[in-house]
């Protein structure tokens, strides 16, 4: 892989573009990820011997893309995460639903329980055992042919939160064959993280970053995404 797309840098974080398809962290695949790629981009830029260390301190499934933060050091980890525990990082997605919802905004509360075995989450009754609450906030922002581009602010973070919640409503995402929509026409679900918002975990001061989606369909279908 090549070198990661780097939005901001300083001694404590780093803000990078997660591209479509490659890990978060290593898993029993061996396959490419965000963590090792990174880790391995700071030892070589500043000549670091060793191991780097790096935090990780959210996560975006393998099939989505878009802007991630890590932390550079333990302290920046420790206050990052805490930061998400008490629900004062912004996190905004732009996503495509096959089918248009009813309701133009809204909030979607629900209870999911993820299956390890199978890796695939679920509803589940707020009684469950383990299960855990999950909500999110949505805007329509545009609608083209059976398909609507939704606005995501993520309040919460669990596994294929807004795939799962999405498909819950009968309005899974474009191209996301494992929840529901079995449409081949995408080889990924249509999920991308835009924006993260949240204090920086030393400097103290309120940091934003942004990264469009890439230039392809279905995000190319919506004129709002590349004027707004």
Known sequence: MKE???????????????PVGVLSQSDKTGDPDMLSLIKAYLKVKYNKPGDVYLGLVHRLDRAVGGVMVF????????????SIRKKEMTKIYYA???????????IINSF????????????????????????LEYTVCEVAKDSALLKINL??????????QLA????????????????KELK?????????????????????FEKLPPKV????????????
């Open 188 to 208: 990924s679900p249509a999920l991308w993280s835009f924006s993260l918002e949240f204090c920086h975990p030393v400097k103290k001061e309120n940091m934003k």
């Open 96 to 106: 495509v639903t096959k089918g248009i919802p009813e309701k133009m905004q809204g």
């Open 112 to 135: 999911l329980l993820k299956d390890e075995k199978t890796n695939i989450v679920r509803c589940v009754d707020s009684k469950t055992p383990d299960a855990k609450e999950a909500i």
């Open 168 to 183: 819950q409503t009968g309005y899974p995402l474009l191209g996301d064959v494992k929840y529901g929509n079995d449409s």
């Open 217 to 228: 369909k279905p995000w190319l279908d919506f004129s709002h995404i590349f004027t707004v």
């Open 4 to 18: 990661p797309d780097v939005i901001y840098e300083d001694n404590h974080i780093i803000v990078v573009v997660k």
């Open 155 to 164: 309040h919460t973070g669990r596994p294929h939160q807004i795939r799962v």
């Open 71 to 82: 932390a550079k050091t333990s302290k920046a980890a420790s206050r990052l995460s805490e």
